[in-house]
C-alpha cells in the first residue's frame, strides 16, 4: 500500500462520514475533483507526485477552463514535508496554484544545520519554503498526553566520562547533572529554560576517542552479553538505533564476526 492510500484509510478511520474525504485514482482523477465545487468542502488525499503530474498539459487539457482552479483558495496541508519540497516539483505547483496556502507538518525540520548533501546545493530549510513554524509539539507533551511510551535512560558508558567532562564548558557540564530531573519529572519550566544547554552541550564534545574499533567492540560485547537478562530471556525485542548508516555496517560485521560470538555461549 503506497502511503497517499495509507492516509486515505487512515483519515476515513478518524471521519464521521467517509465521503468527506476523498482519495484521487491519478492525476487527471485529482485535477476533476479539484474543479468540481461539490469537492470544495472535501478532503482529497494525495501525493504530490500526482499533483505534480497534473500540471502537465495533456493532463489539463480536458479542462474547460483550468483557471477556476487556478483562481480558488485550496489549503495544501504536506504531511512529512522535510522530503520531496526541496526541489522544483513544489515551486511549479505553487506557481500553478497561485492562490493556494500550504501548511507542512515534520517530526524532522530541515535546518542549515542538517542539511544533507544534495540539499547542500540548494541551501533550503523547512522554513524558507512554508515559513516560520506556527506550532510544535516536543517529547515533553507526547510524554504527557500519553501518546508516546514513558522511556527509562540506562547509561552505559565506553569512554571514561571524567575524561568527557574536560572536553565541557564547567558551567554546561554542571548543567548536564539537572537533566536526569527533566527526563524523571518532564518539567515544562525547566526544560523551556535550560533546552538551549541540552542542545548545546553536545556541540562541545569531542568524538574523535571514542569513534574507534574498541568503542564500537565495547557496544557489540556488551549486547551480546547482556541482551538475555535484558529481554527477560529473549521474551522482548529490541530495536538498534545508530547515528549514521556507516556506524549501522561496522556493527553489523561485528555482530557477525565468528570469534566474538564465540565468547559468548548462547549465540
Request: overall charge negative; hydrophobic content about 35%; aromatic content about 14%.
Amino acid at each position: 500500500m503506497d502511503l497517499a492510500n495509507q492516509s486515505l484509510v487512515e483519515y476515513k478511520n478518524f471521519s464521521e462520514s467517509e465521503d468527506e474525504i476523498q482519495g484521487a485514482k491519478n492525476a487527471r482523477d485529482l485535477f476533476t475533483k479539484l474543479a468540481d465545487k461539490s469537492f470544495d468542502t472535501k478532503l482529497i488525499i494525495s501525493s504530490i507526485q500526482k499533483l505534480h503530474r497534473g500540471l502537465n498539459p495533456d493532463n489539463l487539457s480536458f479542462l474547460k477552463n483550468k483557471e477556476k482552479i487556478q483562481d480558488k483558495t485550496i489549503v495544501f496541508i504536506v504531511d512529512e514535508c522535510h522530503r520531496s519540497t526541496f526541489g522544483k516539483m513544489l515551486k511549479e505547483i505553487k506557481d500553478f496554484f497561485v492562490k493556494a496556502v500550504f501548511f507542512g507538518f515534520t517530526g524532522t525540520p530541515v535546518y542549515y544545520e542538517n542539511l544533507s548533501e544534495k540539499d547542500l546545493a540548494v541551501k533550503l530549510q523547512t522554513e524558507d519554503i512554508f515559513g516560520s513554524q506556527l506550532h510544535s509539539y516536543n517529547i515533553y507533551y507526547a510524554l504527557r498526553d500519553k501518546n508516546v511510551l514513558p522511556f527509562h535512560i540506562h547509561q552505559h558508558f565506553t569512554y571514561d566520562p571524567e575524561d568527557l567532562a574536560k572536553q565541557i564548558n564547567q558551567k554546561k557540564f554542571n548543567n548536564l547533572k539537572e537533566t536526569n530531573k527533566y527526563v524523571k519529572n518532564f518539567d515544562e519550566k525547566f526544560y523551556t529554560a535550560n533546552k538551549e544547554v541540552f542542545i548545546k552541550n553536545e556541540e562541545h564534545i569531542s568524538y574523535e576517542k571514542i569513534d574507534t574499533y574498541d568503542h564500537y567492540n565495547h557496544v557489540v560485547n556488551n549486547i551480546l552479553e547482556g541482551f538475555n537478562n535484558a529481554s527477560s530471556g529473549r521474551e522482548l525485542h529490541a530495536i538498534f538505533a545508530v547515528s549514521s548508516i556507516e556506524d549501522a555496517i561496522k556493527y553489523y560485521e561485528l555482530f557477525q564476526n565468528k570469534d566474538i560470538l564465540k565468547q559468548h555461549d548462547y549465540w
